[in-house]
């Protein structure tokens, strides 16, 4: 099975802060991954798709990059409604796998 | 909009099933995407349990494939979860969501979750 990691595991940070999430595979997967946003008591949803593409009616200020086997999410200015815990997710192969999640928290 | 309800027991003993049923509205099961279980224990991440295309083609999460049975009605617009033998470790809240559209992807559509207690 492929690994995902995600560091930090918590972040506190401002309204306004630029915030940037890694998320970090155990062998290359492209760009075979996903991020997801999920708040308490709710659903995952999806934000990012293929490393870097923005699923419709996601916030500009949410962008991922990277390939291989080191990805980033960043949210350029962190809004109060982003305090969520967020999930990045591989499908290289046909194994799926979620990295451990990193909860945000609005200082 | 493509909307997906979970249904079924959220109590079930160990050592038997649990049974699950996905109702899909504002998409036509058998127009195609794969459709998948993910599950997430309490205070835990994410597990993909497995995905089915509406062909009836499957793929399971390997750890538990043995267990798992994953099918779909077309004719309901509905897919359903079957996992045996079950114990304390599978209380967890199971989603189905909407995978992608050409292999087991991602999902861009979920249900809103329904805890399933192990318990005896």
Redesign the interface.
Same mark, same amino acid.
């Given at each position: %099975?492929i690994q995902m990691t995600q560091s930090p595991s918590t972040l506190s940070a401002s309204v306004g802060d630029r915030v940037t999430i890694t998320c970090r595979a155990s062998q290359s997967i492209s760009s075979?991954l996903?991020w +997801?946003q999920q708040k308490p008591g =709710?659903? /995952? =949803? !999806?934000l990012i798709?293929k490393a870097s593409s923005l699923?419709g009616g996601v916030p500009s200020r949410f962008s991922g990059s990277g390939s291989g086997t080191e990805f980033t999410l960043t949210i350029s200015s962190l809004q109060p409604d982003d305090s969520a815990t967020y999930?990045c997710?591989q +499908?290289n192969t046909?194994? !799926?796998?979620? #990295? #451990?999640?990193t909860k945000v928290e609005i200082k | 909009q493509v909307l997906l309800q979970e249904s079924g027991p959220g109590l079930v003993k160990p050592s038997e099933t649990l049974s699950l049923t996905c109702s899909v509205s504002g998409y036509s099961i058998s127009s195609g995407y794969y459709w998948g279980w993910i599950r997430q224990s309490p205070g835990k #991440? !994410?597990?993909?349990i497995g995905?089915i295309y509406q062909s009836g083609s499957t @793929?399971y999460? /390997?750890s538990l494939k043995s267990r798992v049975i994953i099918s779909v009605d077309t004719s309901k617009n509905q897919f359903s979860l079957r996992l045996n033998s079950v114990i304390a470790a599978d209380t967890a809240v199971y989603?189905c969501?909407r995978d992608?559209d050409a292999?087991?992807? +991602? @999902? %861009?559509y979920?249900?809103? #979750?329904t805890l399933v207690t192990v318990s005896s």
């Open positions: %099975d075979w996903a +997801y =709710k659903a /995952p =949803k !999806l798709y699923e999930y997710q +499908y046909y194994m !799926l796998t979620f #990295g #451990g999640g | #991440g !994410l597990e993909w995905s @793929f999460n /390997p989603y969501a992608y292999s087991v992807a +991602y @999902f %861009d979920w249900g809103q #979750g």
